[in-house]
């Protein structure tokens, strides 16, 4: 099993940047893809964004889709989310995750494959 601590969460003002940071350990990081979650409150969680093991590709939630990137440094066990142009509807705790479930014929940034297992970082954008 993977372990994962986020960090770089807080307050951020709308039309702002905050990048988030998810360490990972407990077993080979490089041969997940990753994805970032995100959950506002009295609203269910939503699945943001992914990265392949590979950093050969990325997806992102159509709402946050040239504002956020994904990226990763295996080296260093750690996979970035970097958000611009914030608006107050980003504000949610964000919860890395990792790949582990088996593709059964879908896309590889399917939410049903990632788990989350870390503490979440809480961002708040406001207006």
């Known amino acids: 099993q993977v372990q994962l601590v986020e960090s770089g969460g807080g307050l951020v003002q709308a039309g702002g940047s905050s990048r988030l940071s998810c360490v990972a350990s407990?077993?080979?990081?490089?041969?997940?893809?990753m994805g970032w979650s995100r959950q506002a409150p009295g609203k269910q969680r939503e699945f943001v964004g992914a990265?392949?093991?590979?950093?050969?590709?990325?997806w992102y939630l159509d709402s946050v889709k040239g504002r956020f990137t994904m990226s990763r440094d295996n080296a260093k066990n750690t996979v970035y989310l970097s958000m611009n142009k914030l608006k107050p509807e980003d504000t949610a705790v964000y919860y890395c995750?990792?790949?582990?479930?088996?593709?059964?014929?879908?896309?590889?940034?399917?939410?049903?494959?990632?788990?989350?297992w870390g503490q979440g970082t809480q961002v708040t954008v406001s207006s």
């Open positions: 407990g077993s080979a990081f490089n041969n997940y893809d």
């Open positions: 990265i392949t093991w590979s950093d050969a590709a990325t």
């Open positions: 995750a990792v790949g582990v479930g088996p593709k059964n014929g879908g896309p590889w940034y399917s939410a049903a494959r990632y788990v989350d």
